[in-house]
Each structure stands twice: as structure tokens, then as C-alpha cells.
């Protein structure tokens, strides 16, 4: 499953990049608001720092306006994929740029028929919000088991399922097993599915015993006993 970081906070995306777990990006207005800068200069930056797709979401509702500016935000750097959302004029737009062979990212889907629908319209991702339906007493990964049936048979379908409003590392690992394409994780998500106390607990005793240990120096013991094989 490819991971996507949900922020347009450029330190968090510099700091997850050089994890190596980072697959692309996704923004919504939302998420461009809170970090107070301009949205286009936003967008570019992002892709300069990520090797993948990069969300940036239209703000239009009407499906000409949409299209336009989805055409313009796909100018802005080739790793931009255009984000609409899961309305009439939404689909229209969909379908318009991904004619014009521009990645499309159909988002705030809250029900398997809105996914089918996408994914005919050329969407190449779906957006299901599993946090949102958990709120409301809904299951939300359901959602996302539905999707990947659904899609699963009908194969000339390509539309990716892009687990979104994901909450903990729970949602990533459930979004796994029931084969979503791609997660997309807030970045103190990611940093919590890193963390167990028995990965802490097990490195300090390891560090312990290796403290009775003669010679720590692994490095200068590796370089000696190379050094020695190549006089031999
Ligand atoms: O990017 C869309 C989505 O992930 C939003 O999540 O937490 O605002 O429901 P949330």
C-alpha cells in the first residue's frame, strides 16, 4: 500500500520524506488554510520535495470553473493531481481532465455508489473518509472493503482507493488488509505507528548488554578485520 502524507505543512513533509515511507501528498483547503501560506507557491514547493502525486484541490463548485482551474493547477508542476469533490459538477470535471489526461483525485466520498460513479468518470484515486463516518457512529472502513470489491470486479476500472481522514494507526492497518491502494496519514498518525513500548524496552536492554561487551567499536572492528583478510 503506498502511503500519502495529509498535511501542506512543508516541515512535516520534509521530515517524513527522509524517512523513506512517503509516496506523494494530498492537501485540501482545510489543510492549505492552517499553514497560512500561498496556495499555489504551496503546491509547487510540495512537489519539489516529493517524487510522487501531490493532491491540490479545486475550490470552484461549478463544473466550467472547476475544469479551469483544475487545468491550471495541473500546469503548476507535473506531479500535481487535480482534487474535486464528489458532486455532479464534481464527476463533469472528473471526467473533462481526465481526458485531457490530468490525474484526477475525487474526494469527501462517503458512499460505495459515489465510488462507482467516480471511478466512470476516470477518477484516479477515490477519497473515502473513513474518520468522518466513524464519527458519526458509521463504519468507515467498511466503506473502504465495499470500494475495493467493488473495483475488484470490474477490472477495466482503474480508479485507486485512497483511504482518507484516516485517525490512527488502526485506520492504516484495517485501510491494509482490506487492499486499499493507498492511505493517506496526518503526519502525528505516522509518527504514531512507529512507536511500540516493546521496541523501546528491547533496544535499551540490548544496549545494556552490549555495554559488558569488550570492544563496542563495530565500525573500527569491521574496518581492522577487513584490513586484515586483505593483507592475507
Ligand atoms: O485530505 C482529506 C482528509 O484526509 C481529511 O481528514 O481528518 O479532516 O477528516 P479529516
Request: hydrophobic letters at 45%; proline letters at 4%.
Amino acid at each position: 500500500m503506498k502511503i500519502f502524507l495529509d498535511t501542506a505543512n512543508l516541515d512535516e513533509i520534509r521530515d517524513a520524506v527522509q524517512w523513506g515511507v512517503i509516496d506523494g501528498v494530498t492537501t485540501n483547503p482545510s489543510l492549505i488554510a492552517r499553514e497560512g501560506g500561498d496556495f499555489i507557491e504551496t503546491i509547487h514547493q510540495i512537489c519539489g520535495m516529493v517524487d510522487g502525486p501531490v493532491s491540490a484541490e479545486v475550490v470552484a463548485q461549478d463544473a466550467a470553473t472547476m475544469i479551469r482551474e483544475g487545468r491550471l493547477l495541473a500546469k503548476v508542476h507535473k506531479n500535481v493531481v487535480v482534487k474535486v469533490p464528489l458532486t455532479v459538477d464534481g464527476l463533469k470535471a472528473c471526467k473533462a481532465l481526465s481526458g485531457d489526461g490530468t490525474r484526477v483525485n475525487v474526494t469527501l466520498c462517503f458512499q460505495a455508489a459515489q465510488a462507482l460513479l467516480a471511478a466512470k468518470a476516470g477518477a484516479t484515486y477515490i477519497s473515502p473518509f473513513i474518520g468522518r463516518l466513524d464519527d458519526m457512529g458509521q463504519d468507515g472502513m467498511l466503506l473502504i472493503q465495499q470500494i475495493v470489491n467493488i473495483y475488484a470486479n470490474y477490472p477495466d476500472l482503474k480508479t485507486e482507493v485512497l483511504a482518507a481522514s484516516i485517525r490512527d494507526p488502526l485506520h492504516v492497518v484495517q485501510a491494509a488488509e482490506a487492499g486499499s491502494d493507498v492511505a493517506t496519514i496526518p503526519f502525528k498518525v505516522l509518527k504514531a505507528m512507529i512507536l511500540h513500548p516493546l521496541t523501546d524496552k528491547g533496544n535499551a536492554a540490548f544496549l545494556k548488554d552490549w555495554a559488558s561487551v569488550p570492544d563496542q567499536d563495530i565500525i573500527g572492528q569491521v574496518e581492522r578485520w577487513m584490513a586484515k583478510r586483505k593483507s592475507l
